[in-house]
């Protein structure tokens, strides 16, 4: 049997392999998908095999937020459960739903989204500590990407309170170096403040980041691809999500999502050797 | 149209006509059911309907944990939307996910749980701040009970930190009592650290406390009984799990578990008139 390499580590090379730091988040939406799409069968599963099948050639990662998927019922576990097997195998799979919870149920979540649904990767919330968490990271080929700094405006209600000399969401990202010793974790490190944004890189060279908030959520990709990756160059995803998905309304909607999609993903490699200077 | 009441007095009414504080935990561990269940249709929602029926004359609500249901697929999903017609008009729905994401998010999961699946309360993850909370607590009728202190170990890594003179989870309590304008806040207090039961209580007189902890995780009812409730001796729920639900493996496990829920109610009442000095 092939070993299986650490996902930090698997991350890291499809980074370098496909110079691309894309991960496109799948919020299916069924209030904002192309009408023609809405009275098919399963129109979140049609959907996103449109998306993927538009996509695929860019990206190292989805992120499909599983509140959307609940949202559809029958439709929507479907859908989450072909989703592995539609996506490329080249591509990663993670599931967002930052659960956090006591030990048994911890290990009910892992087992559902990383044996049954095929994920590679999930979002965790530390809130309930280390016991919620260590069942998703003993899987050690998958990742775990544990909010530290999120990209919404209630994150200044508690994650930037003191600890000491250091706001919350450092100690966070401090301790989630700790629990690392599968070369597994990640953290979730939002694209609005790009001052704690390069402080967390500092405090945490190699760690990968996953950056949600770019595209309707206002963050700036050149600063991000600056200052977001890891001391080689690698270790990060960028989440693009409703300005690829919803790129387009028509009949014409893949191609639209397409051409977002590259339009990203130029501006990326574009700034791939050139901007990178700045954190040396 | 009738008018409906806010949350916490519906709650605090129901405690008072049923002199119960009892919340079953409904984890429906399909490793743990009685074995005759297993080769039926839909094992899960079986089980429900029997622990329901065994249990609905002492209990103010249900605790639904979404972990277990989201593990069982179809069965799971079926189960979870049969859930709020199965259980009678005057027992209330808790649907316990812990869910806390941005804001668009978060009204899917709100819309889920309230609208389409008919729950009468949530548990929420605060470490996102108000904006993950707000679309929850917009349904004045529903509950959202806000996670301060938990039950299991992992608690101790962050919820304890000081910020200025307090620990994170008083912080968050006190934030939680702000944000309660509708009087349909709570907070979830794991019964391991009665001392810090006593200061939330305290802190907050009013508000509806949710308590894990009791039977398996080893909290002790007593002590609950004597600083949990609120100054009219009202506004808590007790969450009894695995001891009731599975306190019966054979086919007579109907009547075990109705024997547990028994057990626990009785001593619930024994005390519920003598212990409450200790917090006057």
């Given at each position: 049997m092939k070993k299986r390499l650490p996902f930090n580590e698997r991350l890291n090379a499809l980074i370098l392999k496909k110079s691309s730091f894309l991960c496109v988040g799948l919020d299916p939406d069924m209030e904002k998908i192309p009408a023609h799409l809405k009275y098919e069968k399963n129109p979140v599963d049609l959907f996103l095999r449109e998306i993927v099948s538009a996509t695929k050639d860019h990206v190292i990662a989805y992120k499909a937020n599983l509140a959307f998927f609940e949202c559809e019922g029958n439709n929507g576990l479907q859908a989450l459960h072909n989703l592995a097997s539609i996506i490329p195998q080249d591509i990663l799979l993670i599931l967002d739903g930052k659960r956090g919870d006591i030990e048994n149920t911890a290990t009910k979540y892992a087992h559902t989204y990383f044996d049954q649904m095929g994920a590679h990767a999930v979002t965790v919330n530390p809130y309930m500590g280390y016991d919620a968490v260590k069942p998703f990271i003993e899987y050690a080929d998958k990742g775990t990407f544990v909010l530290a700094l999120t990209s919404n405006r209630g994150s200044?209600?508690?994650?930037?309170?003191?600890?000491?000399?250091?706001?919350?969401?450092?100690?966070?990202?401090?301790?989630?170096?700790?629990?690392?010793?599968?070369?597994?974790?990640?953290?979730?490190?939002?694209?609005?403040?790009?001052e704690e944004l390069k402080i967390l890189r500092r405090i945490l060279p190699d760690m990968p980041f996953l950056i949600p908030g770019v595209g309707a959520q206002g963050g700036d990709l050149k600063q991000i691809m600056a200052y977001g990756r890891d001391r080689a160059g690698t270790g990060m995803l960028v989440n693009i999500g409703r300005s690829i998905i919803f790129a387009g309304t028509g009949k014409d909607f893949a191609k639209k999502v397409s051409e977002a999609t590259r339009s990203y993903v130029n501006e990326m490699a574009d700034m791939m050797h050139t901007s990178w200077d700045y954190i040396k």
């Open positions: 200044e209600d508690f994650q930037y309170l003191q600890i000491g000399t250091e706001p919350l969401f450092q100690y966070i990202a401090k301790r989630v170096q700790v629990w690392n010793k599968s070369n597994n974790c990640g953290l979730v490190v939002g694209a609005r403040d790009i």
